[in-house]
């Protein structure tokens, strides 16, 4: 059996962007968005079990290929 694995950050990558821009008090550069994907803790999940966390977790977190596009996204959607 050959099932895909999903990264799943453990706190999610989201809260860790987020927090990381509340307490600098304004938008990161982009270095520091990667900075903060390519240090976080994940796990490799089977789809099931990371749409399962998800759902739990009741918010989506950031997709780690696209972090710096989605971060700007969740920027101008709360502005």
């Given at each position: 059996m050959n099932e895909d694995l999903y990264l799943c950050f453990i706190p999610p990558l989201v809260q860790l962007i987020i927090s990381a821009h509340n307490k600098k008090g304004s938008q990161l550069t982009r270095e520091e968005?990667?900075?903060?994907r390519?240090?976080?803790?994940?796990?490799?999940l089977p789809a099931d079990s990371?749409?399962?966390?998800?759902?739990e977790r009741g918010y989506k977190d950031f997709n780690p290929e696209r972090v710096w596009d989605e971060y700007l996204h969740y920027l101008n959607e709360t502005t």
């Open positions: 968005v990667e900075s903060i390519d240090s976080g803790t994940c796990i490799a990371a749409r399962s966390m998800a759902e």
